[in-house]
């Protein structure tokens, strides 16, 4: 995990909380960070809250990711999807 993306699995519910300092933009990594936290959480048998700071939860994918071309593109969606 990185410190955008934190995990704390605590009494069966662990909450991901999302805090990028910004708009907590979704890029491909950023979506493998919550995915890799979101199998703890499975793994851990643990009820799942994903939150961002206060006043923010996300805006979205990150767009910068979509002017790297098409592929790129399909793969943060696809990634978003699942």
Known sequence: ?????????EDGI???????????????????EIEAAMDAAERAAAVTVLRGRPGIF?????????QRG???????VHAGRR
């Open 58 to 66: 996300s805006a979205g994918f990150d767009l910068p990711t979509f």
């Open 70 to 76: 098409i592929a790129e593109s399909v793969e943060v």
């Open 1 to 9: 995990m990185s410190e955008k993306t934190r995990t704390l699995i």
């Open 14 to 32: 662990a909450w991901i909380t999302l805090d990028d300092g910004k708009v907590n933009a979704l890029s491909r990594e950023r979506i493998g």
